[in-house]
């Protein structure tokens, strides 16, 4: 039956699938709604053992390399060479002069962090890393490899932007290569009590209060589990490292007002496909969802996030073939790796402030709109097209981008609860106004950008942001 009925919507046309896709949807729920209704009494059965057993990821250690660094500590003019993962190729052999200051103030390699729910501790301190000028390249499977890969990253970036950079003024930031961190949680089933043990794998993600950008170790959920993104590190890929440095940078800009009193609860925030990515090992299925500001903050810091790690083009900072990211997450990718549009439409932008956790087909089939990261693409991908439109440089870019954030602060953002759509609009929409003090908006260009956010305001409005 069920197979039956996917083979006939293949047939369908595209548009006609996604109504079959949203329809299943609101149907499955429906279901399930009624299921639970009916089945109280048991509905726990099969709980403790489905989060106990998928829990666990199991992490791949790195190794510490045996070279050791002899002699020089002159990095002037010292080229490092790794394998970076540009342009779905893993093999680039890139060779990049690293930049003396790289914005980094301690590099902690394979830390064990112990964490109660959201409070992080750290057990061991990891082993400290510094740059050697005489090892010009390390294993593959080495924490110096994964390190020396970022670095690798963020050198390129720190070198393109150096004045952008410099008026900033940022403070340096801690990284953390492969640390295990272990959540520990407790399931408790009738008089039963399930200690939960799992670490975090397969992410990465910057924290403000810890001020550090983290890059997991990679691992498996379940035996028999392949490595997710063909089995490429995140730290080979020079999107990820500059996307958790764009996140640094927007948390600079807005702490002036936009302050922490939301995302201090919210501990690691991971930044690859959030579901899935630690199973909630005390809620149930169908978490009641928390509506308030957090959302529109976190959705416009994964905009910006994507936005400055797109700033040095697809060439270095590509997500080729790395798996659903690279239709989701791709600014110069034009719809989801579902093919639907990237647009802020009435139906999505509902489904992004529903206090009902919503079905999930996965990111080949559906787009996860209650997803912060799915509703920042869509304000990073139009953003990306008003760059275009602009024929604006890299650099001009950047500046645009760090205008928008510092005029964030401005605005009149109403924090309460049930104001989400309304400071989304401010927010978005302030794009408009800020990229009009520098640049001329055509009335066409400033129509195009608002049509991608139709639940928030109408492309008849376009007089009111441009001139
Ligand atoms: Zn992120």
């Keep these: 039956m069920t197979s039956i ?164 003024n940022l403070p340096d930031i801690k990284l953390w290569v492969a640390p295990m961190i272990e959540i520990k949680s407790i399931y408790r089933e009738k008089n039963t009590k399930y200690d939960i043990r799992q670490f975090l794998i397969n992410n990465a993600f910057y924290s403000y209060e810890l001020g550090a950008m983290a890059f997991l170790p990679q691992g498996y959920q379940e035996d028999g589990d392949e490595l997710p993104f063909d089995g490429v590190p995140l730290w080979k890929i020079p999107m990820v490292a500059l996307h958790e440095y764009g996140h640094h940078i927007f948390e600079i800009l807005i702490k002036d007002k936009w302050d922490y009193v939301f995302s201090k609860k919210t501990g690691v925030n991971p930044c690859i496909d959030p579901r899935g990515f630690v199973e909630k090992a005390n809620k149930a299925v169908f978490d009641e969802r928390v509506i308030n500001f957090e959302l529109v903050r976190g959705a416009l810091h994964e905009g910006f996030a994507d936005l400055v790690s797109s700033l040095l083009g697809t060439d270095y900072a590509s997500l080729e073939n790395i798996g659903c990211m690279e239709g989701n997450r791709e600014v110069h990718v034009a719809r989801f790796t579902n093919w639907s549009d990237k647009t802020l439409d009435q139906d999505a932008l509902d489904e992004f402030l529903s206090d009902t956790e919503a079905f999930y087909f996965g990111c080949g089939l559906d787009v996860d709109y209650q997803d912060i990261h799915i509703i920042g693409a869509i304000f990073a991908r139009h953003v990306h097209v008003l760059f275009e439109e602009l024929a604006l440089t890299p650099e001009q870019r950047f500046e645009l981008l760090v205008d928008w954030a510092k005029n964030l602060n401005k605005l009149k953002i109403n924090t309460q609860s049930g104001n989400e759509k309304y400071n989304l609009k401010l927010t978005i929409m302030s794009m408009l106004t800020v990229a009009q003090k520098k640049f001329s908006l055509t009335d066409k260009v400033c129509k195009q950008y608002i049509r991608g956010f139709t639940a928030l305001e109408s492309a008849e409005n376009s007089h009111y942001y441009c001139q």
């Design 5 to 168: 009925f996917f083979i006939k919507i293949r047939f369908l046309k595209r548009d006609s699938f996604f109504v079959v896709i949203k329809v299943m949807k609101k149907f499955i729920l429906l279901n399930i709604v009624i299921l639970v209704a009916y089945s109280c009494g048991k509905k726990t059965t099969n709980k403790s053992s489905r989060y106990v057993k998928k829990s666990i990821g199991t992490p791949i250690p790195l190794k510490f390399s045996k070279q050791s660094c002899l002699g020089s500590l002159d990095i002037s003019d010292s080229i490092a060479k790794t394998d970076l993962y540009l342009q779905g190729d893993y093999s680039s052999n890139v060779s990049i002069p690293i930049n003396d200051k790289l914005m980094i103030n301690s590099i902690k390699m394979g830390n064990e962090i112990f964490s109660f729910r959201d409070d992080l501790e750290i057990k061991n301190s990891g082993k400290n890393y510094s740059y050697c000028p005489d090892i010009d390249f390390y294993q593959k499977d080495t924490y110096e490899d994964a390190t020396r890969s970022v670095e690798t990253a963020l050198s390129k970036f720190k070198t393109k932007f150096a004045d952008n950079l410099m008026e900033l």
